[in-house]
């Protein structure tokens, strides 16, 4: 994230980014932030005690910013929630290893458990990336205008449509006729057609949502 728009955003101090390296607070000589699962299983658990001292290093008592546990099991991560969290004070991001949590740290320090996916990577900390990454971008300054489009995939429940650009015949593939035609309201029309069929055809859930609310 320190490359490209982020990277340059970061620069001139638009967002922050601090880590906090769960080990230095783990137990005893070797640091240790991990033990075996109560009744029994294959893998280690992160330990309450050692993630609560991290937490509560990053985030003491009346820090506003919400708590997020990095987790598959979590709420799936949308973009109304990146819209929210780039409009707040910030987030403490928290990434579990091995098998998870303990889960007591989980109730006890309000961690609201947000998924990046029907997927199982082995940490949390590329799930916070991506999370971070789609929060960043919509941050002021940092995208310019490329963000604000509210035709973008999701911002109204539809998927987005399909972009051309130059050459205008690239292995015998014309662009649409109607994308050259100058009339804005038919290349609005056409748009909105292409999205709403992208999105029935590729996403009957959002498709689902969508028609609801119309
Ligand atoms: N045993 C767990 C998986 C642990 S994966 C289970 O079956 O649910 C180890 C860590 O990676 C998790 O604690 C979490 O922080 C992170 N992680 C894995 N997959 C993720 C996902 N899809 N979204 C967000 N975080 C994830």
Do not use: K
């Amino acid at each position: 994230m320190g490359a490209s728009l982020a990277g340059r955003a970061l620069e001139r101090g638009a967002w922050s980014l601090e880590t906090v390296p769960i080990r230095e607070f783990g137990e005893g000589r070797h640091r240790l932030v991990d033990d075996t699962p109560a009744g029994g299983s294959p893998g280690m658990v992160l330990r309450a005690d050692v993630l609560a001292r991290a937490i509560d290093h990053a985030s003491p008592p009346g820090d506003e910013r919400p708590r997020i546990l990095l987790s598959p099991r979590g709420e799936p991560l949308r973009q109304p929630l990146v819209r929210e969290l780039s409009a707040g004070p910030g987030v403490v991001l928290v990434c579990g290893r091995f098998e998870g949590v303990d889960e007591r740290v989980i109730e006890r320090r309000s961690l609201r458990e947000v998924s990046i996916g029907d997927v199982v990577l082995s940490g949390g900390e590329i799930a916070a990336l991506v999370l971070l990454d789609a929060v960043v971008r919509l941050l002021p300054g940092v995208m310019g205008n490329a963000s604000s489009g509210e035709t973008e995939s999701f911002e109204s429940d539809l998927l987005e449509h399909p972009h051309y650009t130059r050459p205008a015949v690239w292995e015998g593939l014309a662009i649409p006729p109607v994308l050259t035609s100058g009339d804005h309201g038919a290349v609005e029309r056409w748009r909105r057609a292409e999205a709403e069929r992208l999105t029935r055809e590729r996403r009957p859930d959002l498709w689902e949502r969508a028609s609801r609310r119309r």
